[in-house]
């Protein structure tokens, strides 16, 4: 078979090898490298990976070949967890988050999530496409070449529709891969406030089979947390969603405990993410039911909150994937990069555990493991060139951008760290 082309000495190639399900306990920390190594790539996947020169393909004259340097290779980040399509900003909130009002306080007085609601409402789709494409870049500079994205900042059909439109639109022109979730159970409008129940009934009967018809989302997720939506209401509207094919996640025990990991288990989630304060328990109904721990460490750094405890998780063959919850209000940054660091200081995660949770686990958790998550033959040729020594400097010195190159689908999307894709 001739090959398109071959990125050679690598000076590390990580490859986060898929064990045929996601990674738990002492497997968290285990990362196959290959030094000095090769990648060949043909119709932008990954046909044979090895060390030196060695190639068992064939190369000729047609073959490009691309001298990675030394520099240290890993899969593209995968970002699962975004709130990537929204209208405004809330800066507007930082102060008064500063002087300690709580996050679900701020959505109670009508700002937070209801304050990005108005501003979606009154962006148009460009602007919102727009400005999601600017945050698209900025993942992708920073090594992220997949990620999903939630609606949620619609709470009516036409603006959950219009941000789901965006949000598919732009997973097809820009080079990042994008998984959609209605996150249609975000918040409760005002005029509900008191009685939840029309507005779940519009959210299940309507808006849900609408978004499922025109193939706008695979996953459906509910913010599950004391003053929004309760466990009860949780799980009707993801019983339902299941029942109309969705796959499912939740945002779980963020704030207080409710039972959220529990639930979960109890429904066979994909993920359940947050869990800052979920039980012992919960986790291990988690563990027993292969539900994937998505840890959001930016948005505890951002609240000042406490770290999930990821080591107890870890401790209970509970699978862990980290990713940002890019979001204005809880975690307004796209560097996912960071949010790995958090994972080592905040999380005590190791490096390895780190690397593991943003690429193979993280593909499992929005189902596209058997095309990203790892460096292996038959995979999406979709990686990056660290400019660093070892995966340990990665994650110890913070706060920069250490992506050199990114390759999505086998094509040079990012050099020197800017995007150099043909502008869409
Ligand atoms: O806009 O505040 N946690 N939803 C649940 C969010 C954060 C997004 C937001
Ligand atoms: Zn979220």
Same mark, same amino acid.
């Given at each position: 078979?001739?090959?398109?082309? !071959?990125? +050679?000495?690598?000076?590390?190639?990580?490859?986060?090898?898929?064990?045929?399900?996601?990674?738990?306990?002492?497997?968290?920390?285990?990362?196959?490298?290959?030094?000095?190594?090769?990648?060949? /790539?043909?119709?932008?996947?990954? /046909?044979?990976?090895?060390?030196?020169?060695?190639?068992?393909?064939i190369i000729n004259s047609y073959t490009k070949i691309e001298d990675a340097k030394g520099l240290l290779a890993t899969p593209g980040l995968i970002d699962s967890h975004t709130h990537l399509v929204h209208g405004g900003s809330r800066e507007n909130e930082f102060s008064k988050?500063? &002087?300690?009002?709580?996050?679900?306080?701020?959505?109670?007085?009508?700002?937070?999530?209801? &304050?990005?609601?108005?501003?979606?409402?009154?962006?148009?789709?460009?602007?919102?496409? $727009?400005?999601?494409?600017?945050?698209?870049?900025?993942?992708?500079?920073?090594?992220?070449?997949?990620?999903?994205?939630?609606?949620?900042?619609? #709470?009516?059909?036409?603006?959950?529709?219009?941000?789901?439109?965006?949000?598919?639109?732009?997973?097809?022109?820009?080079?990042?891969?994008?998984?959609?979730?209605?996150?249609?159970?975000?918040?409760?409008?005002?005029?509900?406030?008191?009685?939840?129940?029309?507005?779940?009934?519009?959210?299940?009967?309507?808006?849900?089979? +609408?978004?499922?018809?025109?193939?706008?989302?695979?996953?459906?997720?509910?913010?599950?947390?004391d003053g929004v939506f309760s466990i009860e209401e949780t799980e009707y509207i993801l019983s339902k969603a299941k029942e109309m094919g969705y796959k499912l996640k939740i945002h779980a025990d963020e704030i207080v405990s409710l039972g959220g990991a529990e639930l979960a288990?109890?429904?066979?989630?994909?993920?359940?993410?947050?869990?800052?304060?979920?039980?012992?328990?919960? #986790?291990?109904?988690?563990?027993?039911?292969?539900?994937?721990?998505?840890?959001?460490? %930016?948005?505890?750094?951002?609240?000042?909150?406490?770290?999930?405890?990821?080591?107890?998780?870890? $401790?209970?063959?509970?699978?862990?994937?980290?990713?940002?919850?890019?979001?204005? %209000?809880?975690?307004? &940054?796209?560097?996912?990069?960071?949010?790995?660091?958090?994972?080592?200081?905040?999380?005590?995660?190791?490096?390895?555990?780190?690397?593991?949770?943003?690429?193979?686990?993280?593909?499992?958790?929005? $189902?596209?493991?058997?095309?990203?998550? &790892?460096?292996?033959?038959?995979?999406?040729?979709?990686? !990056?060139?660290?400019?660093?020594?070892?995966?340990?400097?990665?994650?110890?010195?913070?706060?920069?951008?250490?992506?050199?190159?990114?390759?999505?689908?086998?094509?040079?999307?990012?050099?020197?760290?800017?995007?150099?894709?043909?502008?869409?």
């Amino acid at each position: 078979m001739r090959v398109d082309m !071959v990125i +050679k000495n690598i000076g590390s190639l990580v490859t986060c090898k898929d064990l045929g399900r996601p990674k738990v306990g002492k497997e968290m920390n285990e990362l196959e490298i290959i030094e000095d190594a090769y990648i060949a /790539i043909k119709d932008g996947e990954i /046909i044979e990976i090895g060390k030196n020169d060695d190639y068992k393909l064939i190369i000729n004259s047609y073959t490009k070949i691309e001298d990675a340097k030394g520099l240290l290779a890993t899969p593209g980040l995968i970002d699962s967890h975004t709130h990537l399509v929204h209208g405004g900003s809330r800066e507007n909130e930082f102060s008064k988050k500063l &002087s300690g009002v709580p996050y679900i306080e701020i959505l109670n007085q009508g700002g937070g999530i209801l &304050s990005t609601v108005n501003s979606t409402k009154e962006s148009s789709e460009e602007k919102l496409y $727009d400005k999601a494409k600017k945050s698209l870049d900025r993942m992708l500079e920073f090594g992220v070449t997949t990620a999903e994205a939630k609606s949620g900042y619609g #709470l009516e059909l036409e603006t959950e529709l219009k941000q789901l439109k965006v949000a598919n639109k732009l997973g097809k022109d820009h080079p990042v891969d994008l998984v959609h979730t209605f996150l249609g159970a975000h918040a409760i409008p005002m005029e509900y406030k008191e009685n939840h129940q029309p507005f779940i009934d519009i959210i299940v009967d309507e808006m849900m089979p +609408k978004v499922k018809n025109l193939g706008l989302a695979e996953f459906c997720d509910v913010f599950c947390e004391d003053g929004v939506f309760s466990i009860e209401e949780t799980e009707y509207i993801l019983s339902k969603a299941k029942e109309m094919g969705y796959k499912l996640k939740i945002h779980a025990d963020e704030i207080v405990s409710l039972g959220g990991a529990e639930l979960a288990g109890k429904l066979q989630c994909i993920s359940a993410d947050h869990l800052m304060a979920a039980s012992k328990d919960g #986790l291990k109904i988690m563990a027993q039911n292969n539900v994937i721990a998505n840890i959001l460490p %930016g948005t505890s750094f951002n609240l000042n909150k406490a770290y999930a405890d990821a080591r107890g998780m870890i $401790d209970l063959n509970v699978a862990v994937s980290l990713s940002s919850d890019y979001n204005p %209000g809880s975690c307004p &940054s796209e560097n996912l990069q960071f949010v790995m660091q958090l994972g080592c200081l905040g999380l005590k995660m190791t490096p390895n555990e780190v690397l593991n949770a943003v690429t193979i686990n993280a593909a499992y958790c929005i $189902d596209r493991e058997k095309s990203v998550g &790892s460096i292996e033959v038959g995979k999406k040729a979709d990686f !990056v060139l660290f400019d660093v020594p070892n995966v340990e400097y990665l994650m110890y010195h913070f706060g920069i951008n250490h992506v050199h190159k990114v390759y999505k689908d086998g094509v040079l999307v990012v050099d020197n760290k800017r995007v150099i894709y043909n502008n869409i």
